[in-house]
């Protein structure tokens, strides 16, 4: 597909689905211009970029997360680590046919459950790499660079707001949903990447982990809260190990000369759903 014909495509889907935006910057209705760019009413203007994706920033933002990263991430999610999640979430997402994954880094999660439904999927994250790798796989979705605080999305346009392992707004969050709608928030529980966290934390206060504080403010947000934890074990390939050390906060801190040993890993994450 030529740079063009991803501008092109990107425009259209965009285009089809025009009042899920609004102006992050006046919060006006916006229209897909024909030179490739959204437009509101005030003549803010964001350019659709060659890769089919917009970039809806209003302030510069830097990112710690890297190109690698993400291709680490997408390695990941494609060997079906999650999988058994994403068919939870799937579940629980019910009909919903406007989807916005928050913090969606280079797609994946969002594409694949997607692909099990009907309706438009929008990802938003602030970094840059994540967004360009989402656009290049998954041209079937929108991806946006964009940052929650300035939101470029219409109030109540979604149906489910997807928060995997991410930070989270709620107040943008119950802004942005449709009543009725829901927020799905996935947070790691004690047992999430055990295996990792036992070699690369061993006999430290880092070896354990508790999302008590996490889930606790999820409960003080929404008026109808349900939490669902999923636990289960996947092996895992030796040429997937890297991938994982270099796609996750704990493998950042591994110290030279450390080795890493991993056959299985354990996924144990709350899922948490609100309503408001």
Same mark, same amino acid.
Not at 194 to 203: S, V
Not at 257 to 269: A, C, H, M
């Given at each position: 597909?030529?740079?063009?014909?991803?501008?092109? *495509?990107?425009?259209?889907?965009?285009?089809?689905?025009?009042?899920?935006?609004?102006?992050?910057?006046?919060?006006?209705?916006?229209?897909?211009?024909?030179?490739?760019?959204?437009?509101?009413?005030?003549?803010?203007?964001?350019?659709?970029? $060659?890769?089919?994706?917009?970039?809806?920033?209003?302030?510069?933002?830097?990112?710690?997360?890297?190109?690698?990263?993400?291709?680490?991430?997408?390695?990941?999610?494609?060997?079906?680590?999650?999988?058994?999640?994403?068919?939870?979430?799937?579940?629980?997402? +019910?009909? *919903? $046919?406007?989807?916005?994954?928050?913090?969606?880094?280079?797609?994946?999660?969002?594409?694949?459950?997607?692909?099990?439904?009907?309706?438009?999927?929008?990802?938003?994250?602030?970094?840059?790499?994540? =967004?360009?790798?989402?656009?290049?796989?998954? /041209?079937?979705?929108?991806?946006?660079?964009?940052?929650? +605080?300035?939101? /470029?999305?219409?109030?109540?346009?979604?149906?489910? =707001?997807?928060?995997?392992?991410? /930070?989270?707004?709620?107040?943008?969050?119950?802004?942005?949903?449709?009543?009725?709608?829901?927020?799905?928030?996935?947070?790691?529980?004690?047992?999430?990447?055990?295996?990792?966290?036992?070699?690369?934390?061993?006999?430290?206060?880092?070896?354990?982990?508790?999302?008590?504080?996490?889930?606790?403010?999820?409960?003080?947000?929404?008026?109808?809260?349900?939490?669902?934890?999923?636990?289960? $074990?996947? /092996?895992?390939?030796?040429?997937?190990?890297?991938?994982?050390?270099?796609?996750?906060?704990?493998?950042?801190?591994?110290?030279?000369?450390?080795?890493?040993?991993?056959?299985?890993?354990?996924?144990?994450?709350?899922?948490?759903?609100?309503?408001?």
């Amino acid at each position: 597909m030529s740079a063009l014909s991803k501008r092109a *495509a990107g425009a259209v889907l965009m285009n089809n689905n025009i009042t899920l935006f609004a102006c992050p910057i006046c919060k006006e209705s916006m229209r897909v211009h024909e030179q490739g760019r959204l437009e509101c009413s005030m003549h803010h203007s964001f350019d659709i970029a $060659k890769q089919g994706y917009i970039n809806m920033l209003t302030h510069s933002a830097a990112s710690k997360y890297s190109k690698d990263l993400f291709e680490s991430r997408k390695a990941i999610i494609d060997s079906g680590m999650y999988d058994v999640l994403e068919g939870k979430i799937i579940e629980l997402m +019910a009909a *919903a $046919k406007t989807v916005l994954d928050t913090g969606c880094g280079e797609g994946s999660h969002l594409a694949r459950i997607m692909a099990h439904r009907e309706g438009i999927g929008i990802g938003i994250d602030i970094a840059k790499e994540g =967004i360009l790798a989402a656009a290049r796989h998954y /041209p079937e979705q929108i991806w946006c660079v964009g940052d929650l +605080a300035k939101s /470029p999305f219409a109030k109540t346009s979604f149906e489910a =707001i997807l928060n995997i392992l991410s /930070p989270a707004n709620y107040e943008e969050f119950k802004r942005l949903l449709v009543p009725g709608g829901c927020v799905i928030k996935v947070v790691p529980q004690s047992g999430y990447l055990q295996e990792l966290r036992a070699q690369l934390y061993a006999d430290s206060a880092k070896e354990t982990y508790s999302n008590e504080q996490t889930v606790e403010r999820f409960r003080e947000s929404f008026a109808e809260v349900m939490v669902e934890r999923v636990t289960y $074990k996947v /092996p895992l390939a030796s040429e997937l190990v890297p991938a994982l050390l270099e796609m996750t906060p704990m493998g950042w801190h591994k110290t030279e000369g450390t080795s890493i040993t991993l056959r299985e890993i354990t996924i144990d994450v709350d899922v948490l759903v609100g309503k408001v």
